[in-house]
């Protein structure tokens, strides 16, 4: 089964107040406020110097398990919330590739499922992998971009997004930490440009991400009870309160100390907060925990994935 | 310490009068019995903000901890739920 073998992350240190590029955006001081008061947001990263490959090389250059292995990596996945991140013809996750001595190793964009395309990177990496059949063979999924466009600043009435990155080693197989199910619910009818889409998607919301939480969790042959941690894609608390009363798991047990000062990080968010568990001692050996996110561009899909560290 | 109950009646009454001017439109014959998201088209974003008004207005503040989607069903369950949450003056 698909292990992930070791995930690093980088922000910038730089932050700025979610009232800067709120403004800059024309939000409404009271619609600040809601991000403030209730969403408890308060700053994201922003890296004003550096490019997206300065991002990248961040996370991997504290990505201590890819020295001296860098011959057995055949895939490199940069996951994306947004298909286009950079100007042509730039090639970001290429340009750290061949820095890191992965010029060797196919280059992938993964995109498709939005903010949750991450968690699609690690089902692919596995899966590419296992069709190799070489057991040693390893795949790089990274995440992260820059807040290229007006888009990129906002996910609206929702959330900001802070800059950021994360890279993880993927192998087929291996004991830790094991990816035991993966659940995404993809939903079309959230797809289009009608003005009732959006008030839709977040009536549908809290619902739909706890089924997949709920779908991943089963096909993992576990119950929620014996979830030691959610690792939340970071976009506010009010969305995971409403997940968890569905689930009927304790907000405590969703690691989300990551989302004040550091905003939602595009795809990147689930492997910071994974840094953040162990970094806290929250995940002990045996532990089970999901990776949950949802994607809000081109139609919604609620993902969860249940890992063994 | 005034009972949610007997807060209700003048929550709702308050509710209804905040709310053309929150959504910048005419809104005639508003009651308890209102749909904010089925039929005025609110999000759950613009139902806090709509909170954070009516604390202003209250002189109040509203714990939220606790509140979900079927909270802001009607002005009625809004005005409910805030009667029942109600925390120090603001």
Redesign the interface.
């Known amino acids: 089964m698909t292990a992930l073998v070791a995930v690093s992350g980088h922000l910038p240190e730089h932050r700025l107040p979610i009232e800067e590029p709120g403004q800059r955006l024309g939000l409404d001081p009271m619609h600040l406020k809601v991000f403030r008061r209730y969403h408890k947001l308060d700053r994201v990263g922003r890296d004003p110097h550096g490019d997206l490959p300065a991002l990248l090389r961040g996370a991997l250059a504290g990505l201590d398990a890819l020295r001296g292995q860098e011959r057995r990596v055949r895939y490199v996945l940069h996951a994306r919330a947004f298909p286009v991140v950079v100007p042509y013809p730039m090639r970001p996750a290429r340009e750290v590739a061949e820095e890191f001595g992965l010029g060797h190793a196919a280059c992938l964009t993964v995109s498709h499922h939005a903010c949750a395309s991450g968690l699609l990177a690690l089902d692919l990496a596995g899966r590419l992998l296992a069709e190799d059949g070489d057991p040693d063979a390893l795949a790089l999924v990274l995440a992260g971009e820059k807040v290229f466009t007006g888009e990129t600043e906002l996910v609206p009435e929702t959330s900001f997004y802070g800059e950021g990155a994360a890279a993880c080693l993927v192998r087929a197989d291996g004991e830790r930490d094991r990816l035991l199910a993966y659940a995404a619910d993809l939903r079309g009818e959230f797809d289009g440009d009608g003005v009732d889409l959006a008030p839709e998607y977040q009536r549908g919301y809290a619902d739909c991400l706890a089924g997949a939480v709920r779908a991943a969790v089963g096909r993992a042959g576990l119950r929620i009870g014996e979830i030691a941690l959610i690792l939340p894609h970071n976009v506010n608390v009010p969305a995971w309160q409403r997940v968890c009363r569905r689930l009927g798991f304790p907000l405590e047990r969703v690691v989300l100390e990551n989302l004040a000062a550091s905003g939602h990080v595009f795809c990147a968010d689930h492997f910071l907060n994974y840094r953040t568990a162990c970094e806290r001692g929250l995940l002990r050996p045996g532990d089970r925990y999901v990776m949950a996110a949802a994607g809000g561009s081109a139609g919604g899909v609620f993902s969860a994935m249940v890992f063994q560290h | 310490m005034t009972q949610p109950d007997e807060l209700y009646p003048s929550l709702v009454e308050t509710t209804c009068a905040l709310l053309p001017a929150f959504l910048g439109r005419e809104l005639p014959g508003l009651s308890a019995d209102s749909e904010l998201?089925d039929a005025l088209?609110?999000?759950?974003?613009?139902a806090?903000?709509l909170i954070?008004?009516l604390e202003l207005t209250l002189g109040q503040e509203v714990d939220?901890?606790?509140?979900?989607?079927a909270d802001f069903a009607t002005v009625g369950s809004l005005a409910r739920y805030i009667a029942a949450n109600l925390l120090k003056a603001a």
């Open positions: 998201m088209g609110m999000t759950s974003t613009a806090l903000e954070l008004r939220v901890d606790a509140i979900d989607e």
